[in-house]
Each structure stands twice: as C-alpha cells, then as structure tokens.
C-alpha cells in the first residue's frame, strides 16, 4: 500500500483523531500504556511519584525468564515486559500483578533466524504497547505479536528480517486503531501502520536505507492544526502524516544514530543524536526539506555519545551523555546553563523520566538513579539505590505507576514504593 493513498478502513479508523490523541491524556494517571508513558515523551503528571528511595523502599522484585531490556508497561494491575532467551531462538512476554509481583502469564514466540544483536542492545529491547483490549510485543526478525490482556494471541506478523550488527529497539506505539512501528534496519526500512484488531497493512511508507539500525520510536504531537507523527534517524528527524504515512518534512541531524526520541515544548521539537553532534530545536509544521527554515537553534554538545532522550521541563532543556556527563540548555535559545559530569561512575542508556519538576536519570550499573531539579546550576536532589549488585545491569526506562516506580534489571523487576 502506498503511503499518501491511505485504505477507506484507513480513514474510517482516523476520521477522529484529534479525539484519539488526546484520550492518552485522560489516562495518564491511570496507566503507563506504553515506552515512556502516554506521551511517549518520558513525562508523568502523577504528583505522588517518590524522589527518594533505597533498599528498604524495594516492596517485591521478581525473577524474570531470559533477559531483555524493554521497559514495563501497565493497563490496570497487569503489568506487561518482555524477555529472551541467550541465543534468541525464544522470546517471553510477560503479564505481572502490579501489587505482588506474581507472575499471572507467560507466552513463549519462537525466532527461526534471529538478529545480531549490539553488545549493548538484547533481543529483547522493545517495550509493549496496549490499549486496554491489546498487548502489542515485538521482537524484530521474531514478528510483531497482539494479544489480549489474558494471554490470548490474536494475530502474529513478520514485519522483516533485521540485518545488521546491532538489532532492533524500537517500540510500537498505538494510535487509535492503529498500530505503528519503526522498521529501521541495515538495509530496506520502512514505516508501518497496521490494524490494531487484524495485523492488517494500513500503510508502509520507504525510509533510507542502511540507516544502521532500528532504534528510535516515534511520537505523536499536535502542531497548530494538524498532527504529526515524529521519528528521529540515522540522517535526522522526520514527520509524518499519521493518517496517511506520508513524508511531510525532513531536518538533516548532525552525526547520525537517531536513537534518542526527541521531546516536544514551547512548540518545538528538541533532537540530539545518537553519536556525539550538535543538539538542535526544530519547528515542526513544514514541509521538505526545512533544515534551513525550521531548525531554530543549535548548540554545541560535549558529553560524546548518546543513548539517552532529551526532556524539557519548563525553561530548561536537558541531555545526558552515556559516559554520564550532563548538560542543561535554555530551551529557548540553545544558551549552556551548565555542562558538569554527574558525579557518578558508570553508564547512562535509559531515557530520563520527568515527574513532579523533576528528572530521573538511571545508571546502568547497579540501577542507581540520580533526580536532579533542572535550573541554572546542577542540582542532584538525591541517588537512589535498590540494593542491587553492580553487576545487575539496567538499561529499561523507570515507569511510574500509581504511585510507585518499576525499575527493570536484564533479568529482574523492581517495585519501588515510597
């Protein structure tokens, strides 16, 4: 199906999505429906989400089959994550009561050629998306799989092979009766909208070729009158017609990478890339190319690599290097605050979470999480521990839920009450 001629189920499944995209929102407090939350932007508007915590704050953890890096994600008291075996021949998802931590189902995928995997990726690295009716997993050259929330498959669809030295990241996302899904790969990769109730093709849209890998996962946002789906690349950042799956603009990056997911405030896009390059803000609402026209700014970035997202809060724009040097930006201008390393040793890959004017930053060695206040000069309110050892590695994004934090080792899950 091309992208630009959408299907009549197409449009009947769209015809109302200005009312689709602010039904998130409603929920926001109520579940954590997918990769950083309802947004998929990192920020949680929950009031009673714990700034400090240690060993002692641990109500339950939980063993989990094989090791995986998605995060949890929640509809209710079922929480849903994913795992895989060491040679990703099998690939687990999982449903998990929120309160105890039991295990409620367990269903097992098998993978007859699966990828190459990064040392620092898994085969088991996206997170779960649902709605409330469906669990969507996927797991790149093991197919993209729907159930519902008693563990019923309802449908299975190969969506690629997967070349390449690095393997897949990239989360599906649910938008209305769709479900998308970035296909990036060291070859041909596309942009996907299936039916959420069939697997169906709704629309494909062609991105570049050989764009290393399939990291990043687009975001919806809402720009003036229309809405726009946004994903970061290898080459830059792109939005697209969620309706229709066509290319509206494009903004060349600066060195490549795109995993990070870039954050949307003061009605601008903030993107930085996966290798070290500048960070840049983007107008988004263009069409093209608009590198010239709608890139508003850009900064230097001296922190090296990036595997963490941008978040904005307030004025203050933030970017976290993986070597853990930090950087606050006016979000306005693209003016350094303060550039400082945080003062811990270790590795920083997951995404930063953003609660009660705060940024979560987690370490991957040992689950170490830092919550600074973002201003002028760094502030690290506290760093809080679970108890793990150093060598329990942890690259999932944090997910708050109902008043608790869920932080997920390769192999382990976390409750964190206050």
Partial sequence: MKPGHPSRLACSLLGSLAALVSLPQLRAEENWPQFRGPTGRGHSSAQDVPLKWSADSVLWKTKLKGKGQSSPVNWGDK???????????????????????????????????????????SFATPTCATDGEHVIAFFGPGGLHCYDLAGKKLWSR?????????????????????VIQNC????????????????????????????????????????????ELILNGEYGVRGYDPKSGRELWFCHGFNGRGAP???????????????????????????GDVTKSHMKWHS?????????????????????????????????????????????????????????????????YGGETLVIKPGKKLDVISINGLGADSKELFRATLAPIKGRIYARSFSTLYCIGS
């Fill in 300 to 364: 230097k970035r001296r922190g090296g690599r990036d595997l963490p997202s941008p978040v904005v809060v307030g004025d203050y724009l933030i970017v976290v290097s993986m070597s853990g040097i930090a950087a606050c930006y006016d979000a306005h201008t693209g003016e350094i605050h303060w550039e400082e390393r945080l003062g811990v040793k270790g590795e920083f890959a997951a995404s930063p979470l953003v609660a009660n004017g705060h940024v979560f930053i987690g370490n991957v």
């Fill in 79 to 121: 929480l849903f994550l994913t795992g895989a075996s060491e040679d990703g021949s099998a690939r687990y998802l999982f449903c998990v009561d929120r309160n105890k931590g039991k295990i409620l189902w367990e269903k097992e995928v098998s993978c007859k050629a699966p990828e190459n995997p990064h040392k620092m990726n």
């Fill in 184 to 227: 990036d790969a060291e070859g041909a990769s596309s942009l996907l909208a299936m039916d959420i109730k069939t697997g169906e093709p709704i629309w494909k849209t062609k991105r570049e070729d050989k764009p290393r890998g399939g990291w990043s996962t687009p975001i919806l946002i809402e720009d003036g009158s229309r809405s």
């Fill in 261 to 287: 997911v870039p954050d949307f405030a003061n009605g601008l896009l903030y993107v930085v890339n996966g290798k070290p390059g500048d960070t840049y803000a983007v107008k988004p609402g263009g069409k």
């Fill in 158 to 178: 190969d969506v690629g092979d997967f070349p390449g030295p690095w393997g897949v990241a990239a989360s599906p996302v649910i938008i209305g009766k769709l």
